[in-house]
C-alpha cells in the first residue's frame, strides 16, 4: 500500500489578456522536472525482515535493496517517459490528444550520493503484521526518520510474508510528502502480479499529492476529461483506480501536472538549472507567436528579420538572444528562471548595430542593418543575472553590436541582480521606460548605463534592489570589493531623462552616476526632472543618499521633491549641474559638493527645510569657483550654505549669490555668502513669511517661472560697526521697482545705490511710452511676444536689467535665443561677467527642453566666443553640434590650442577619444606625459580610460595599475571621481565573466608573470551565484581542482584519481565572495572560471 502526503503551497499563474495560459501541451517546450524521493526499508525489532543487515540466503541484505530501490526508479520513469494514448474517449465522444511524455522523473536524493537516499530501519511497531498501515502513522514516520525534510517524498516499505492477506495499493492525501506501503515490495521481487503494477500505483499516489483526483473526468463536459462510462469500463488513464498497468494522461492533466510541478517542495531544481537542451531558433523571416507556457533548458535565439512573440509565462535556465534587426514581443507574460530559489537565468540580450536609432521604426516590422528590439508591454522580467542587455555574448566585448533597443512600458523587473543594462553607445538611444517597477531582495542595481545617451526614463519606481556583490580583491591582502548595493539607476558617462513621477525610494543611493570623461561633449545632459507643467514631479524618499555624482558633467535636476535622507544630493569631483525648483526636506544635507572645480554650477530657486538637528542646506568643499546660488530658500537648523577647507580669496569672483532668502544670518569666515550679503534676504523665523512679495523670490516660494527682479532684492542694511540692522530697507512697487517713499538714509547702502542708478538707465533707454509699455507687457503679456517686438523696435539695445526680466518671463525658447544672439548686442559698458552672462543663459536654453524644437542661430552663438570664457566657448560647440554634426566639432582645435593651461590636454583628449580617433590620444598622453611630471595621476587614468575605449573586448588591467586605481579612488584628488568610474566598470566586467553560467572565461587581471592567451577547454560552474553546493562541468577530464581567491591563495584542492567531467562540490564553509575555480584536466591544460559565493 502507497500513503502519499504532500503540503502544496499557494500557485500563482499569471494569464496574459486574451489567452489561456494554462497549456502545456507543445512538447517542445516543456522541461523534464524531477521529483525527489527516499526509502526507507522497516524492519522487525531484531533487524529481520525483507533487505536485512545479513543477507539471509534467500538475496535478502541492504545491498540488494538499494538495488532494488534503483530498479523501482527505473521502472517508475520508463513508464513516465513512454505514456500511452487514453483508450477512452472524452465526454463529446472524441479522441483526446496524445501526451506521449509526463514530462517528470523521479530521483533518488541526494544524487551524488544516492545510498544516503536509502534506509533501513528497525521499528517493532511499524513491523506489519497482517494490517493495512493507517495515516496516523505518518506524521510520526516523517518526523522521526527522515533524513531531508520536505525535500524528499519519503517512500516507506513494510515487510510481509508471501503468504499474508495483502493486495498493491495505495491512498493519498495532501499533509505530508510521505508514502507508505505494504506488501510492495514481495509483489515487485517476485514480479507477481508483475512490476507493471509499481509504477502505476506509484505514480497515481504522487499525482494524488499534487490534487489529482481519482478519476479522469468531471462534472463538467470539458473535452479534455474522459468520459466517466468510457473511464469506467476500458480507461487506461494513469488516475483510474483499476490496478495494474495505468499510463496515460490527458492534456488537462499534463497541464495541472506543471502547473504545480515548480512549486513542489520535493521537485528538483538544481538540475534544472544544469540541463542543456539544443538551441531553440526563430529563423530568418519568421513571425513566430506563443501562446503556451514554457519550460525550456535550450537558448532562444532570435535570427535577424525574426519576430518572436511571448504571450505565455516561460521559464528557463538560459539565455535569450535577439540578434541584429530580429524582434522580441512580450506581451503579458513572465520570463523567469526554472529554478529561482538555486539560481538565476542569464536574460535576455539584444544586439544593436551602428545604425542610428533616429532611423530605426521601433514597432514595425525589423528591416536589414536595424538593431535588435525587445519590446516589454504587461510583461515580468524575474530572477535573471541581468534581466535585458545590449550586450551579447557572441560578441561580448565588440562596441559595434552594443546599440539594441529596449522598450518596457507596464511592466515589472523582480529579484534579478540587475534589472536593464546598457553598453556604449555614441549616438542617441531611443530605448524607454514607461510605468515599470524595478525592485529585488537579491540583486544589487535596477538599471546601469555606461557612455549610452537619450534613454527616458518616465512613471517608473524603483525600490529595494539588494545588498550588492562582493569581489576579493586581486591582491588578497585588503578588504573586498564591494558593487554597492541597493542603487536605482547606475551611470558611466551616460545622459539619461528621468522624469514624469519616478519614484526612489528605499534605496542606498537613489541615482549613483560616475563619470570618466572631463566634459560632456557633444550630448544631452544628464536630466533627472524636466520643468514642464504637464509633467509630475520626481519623488525621491527614505534614501540614504537620493542623487550620489562622481565628477558628472552636464546634470540638470529640475523639479524634483526629494524627502527624508542623510545626505540629499552628493557631487565629488569635479562636476557641472543646474539644480532648478526642487524641494529637498527632512536631511542632514541637502546638498554637498566637494571639489566641483571651475565649471558653471547653478543652484536656482530650490527650497531646502529640514527640522533634522544639524542640517545643513549646501555645503561646498574645495575651492568653489563659479557658482550662481540664486532665489533659494532656506529654513534649517545649522549652516544655509557653508564652504569649507578653502579661504576666502581662493574661491574666485565667478560666484553670484543674489536673491536668496536664508533663515541664518553668516557668522562663519567660510560661508560662501559673506562675499556678498546686501544681495539677499534673511529672515530672522525659521518659518517663510507668508506675506512675504513672492515677486521678490519667485521660484523657490511660489515655485513658477514667473518675471524676475534678480536686480531689485530687500537685503539687510550693513552698519558700520559690522552689524545688519533686520529692518527692509528696500520696499519694492507693484512692478517691481523701488519705491519713490524710501527714507533717505537706506540709500548710503552703496549696492543698493547701484541698482537705483540701473533703474535710472531704464528711463533714459525708454521713454516713458515704452517703459509704461514694458511694465504693462510684465504684467499682462504671459508669453513676452508683444513687449519683446515693442521692445526691439523702441531700443538700439538691451540692458541687463531688461535683459533679465524676458529670459525669466514665460516667452517661448526660440525668441530668447534671438534676444540673447542676434538681437542682443553687448553694451560697451558691461563688464566680462555679463558678458559671460550671455553666454551662460545661451547655454542653459540650447541645453533646455525646448532645443529638440527649434533651429540654432549658429551664427549668433559663433558671435558668442569674444565675449564667454574658455570653458563656455567649449560647452557652446559641443551643443552646437545637435544642430550642425561632427563637422563643426573640428573647430574646437582650434580653440583649444588657444588654451594656456592644462585643461586644454583634458578637453582635446576628449574630443579626440569622442571622435574614436586613438592615435591622436595616444600621441596627446605621449606628449603631455614628457612635458607635465605633474599630472602624472591624470595621464595614468586617462590612459586606462582610452585602453578601456579602444578595445574593451581585449582590455586587460595589470595588478599594479588596478592597485593604483584603487588608491586614487579612495583619494580627495581630482581623478578620484574618474578612477572610481573606471572601477566600477571593471568590477561589472569581472562579474559578468563569473555570473553568466553561458559566458566563455576571459583573463581580466594579469600578474606580472602571466600572458594572454584563449582558452579552448571550457569549465561551467552550476548554480552560479551559489550558496551551498555547485556541479562543476567540463568539456575534458578534471583530474584535480582547486577553489583560491583571485589572486590564487588556495582556500580547497581536491585530486581525482579516476577524473570526472561532472563533479559536486559542498561550499558552505567558504565565506562570500569571489573565488577563482581551477580545474586541471588530463590533457594538461588549466582552466578557470570565477565563483560567486552567496
Known sequence: MIDIFSLIPAFAQQNSSGYSCNDFTDLSRVKVSTIWVNFHFILDGNGDGNFRRNDDGNGNSNVTGITIAQSLIDDANAVLEHLEQNISKNCLGQQNGFVSDAKYRLAIYPPENIESGIHFISDQTLYDQNREPDFTDASYLKQTYSAYGSKVVDVFMRAVAPGSNCNVWGEANLVIPICQTWCLWYYYISNDPGTEAFPGLLNHEILHCMGFKQEANSSSCDYYDIDKDEEAQTGNNIMRNNGGAKNALTPKQFNKLHTYLPILPYSNHDVLCDDDDPDIIIESGQTVTWNNPSRIASEVIVEPLATLTINCDVFTNKRILVKRSGKLIVEGATISSLCPDVDFWPGIQVEGSTKSHSQVSIFDPPISGDPGVVILNNAVISHAIVGVTTKSYEHEWETDYWGGIIVASVSTFSNNRKAVEFYPYRTENSSFFTECDFSSSNGYAGISMWDVHGV???????????????????NGSSAPTTITGDVGIITIDASPMIYDNCTFQDLTHAIDAKSSIDLNLGRDGFRVGIMNGSYRPNLFENNTTHIFSLGTIGMDIINNRFAECNEGIYFSGKSQYNMISNQVSSFRYGLISRFPGALSNLIQGNKWVSTKDPSTGNFFRGDVQNVELVQNCYSVTKEDHLVWGARLKN????????????????????????????????????????NLDLRLIPLCAANNRAPSCSAFSRHLNQKSDGSKDPRINCILDEYNFPNDSIEEEYYSDSLFRFWNDKQFEYTQVLDGGNQALLLDGLNNDPDGTATYDNLIAASPFLTF??????????????????????????????????????????????????????????????????????????????????????????????LLSAMEDFSKTQYLLDYYRYRNDFELCDSIIANTTAMNQDEEDWLFVADLSIRLYRDPQNFLIHQFELDSLNALALSYCREASAASALLYILEEKLYHISGDVNAPNAPLILGPDQQMGKQKSILKIVPNPAQDRILLKANDIITAMEICAIDGKMFFRKLLSNGTQDLALDIKSLKSGLYMVKAILNNGNVISEKLIKL
Open 801 to 894: 536689467e531688461v535683459l533679465d526680466v524676458l529670459i525669466c518671463s514665460g516667452m517661448d525658447t526660440s525668441s530668447k535665443l534671438q534676444i540673447l544672439t542676434a538681437n542682443a548686442p553687448i553694451p560697451e559698458y558691461f563688464n566680462s561677467s555679463l558678458e559671460n552672462y550671455y553666454a551662460t543663459e545661451t547655454i542653459e536654453l540650447l541645453n533646455s527642453d525646448y532645443y529638440h524644437s527649434y533651429p540654432a542661430p549658429r551664427d549668433s552663438v559663433h558671435s558668442l566666443y569674444d565675449h564667454a570664457n574658455y570653458q563656455k566657448q567649449y560647452q557652446l560647440f559641443a551643443l552646437l553640434n545637435h544642430y550642425s554634426g561632427m563637422d563643426q566639432l573640428d573647430s574646437l582645435v582650434s
Open 456 to 474: 527616458e526614463i518616465r512613471d517608473c519606481d524603483f525600490g529595494n534592489m539588494g545588498p550588492g556583490i562582493t569581489l576579493f580583491n586581486p
Open 651 to 690: 574661491q574666485g569672483t565667478q560666484n553670484v549669490p543674489a536673491v536668496n532668502l536664508f533663515s541664518h544670518k553668516p557668522v562663519s569666515s567660510y560661508d560662501l555668502i559673506s562675499l556678498t550679503l546686501p544681495l539677499n534676504y534673511w529672515h530672522e523665523d525659521p518659518e517663510l513669511n507668508p
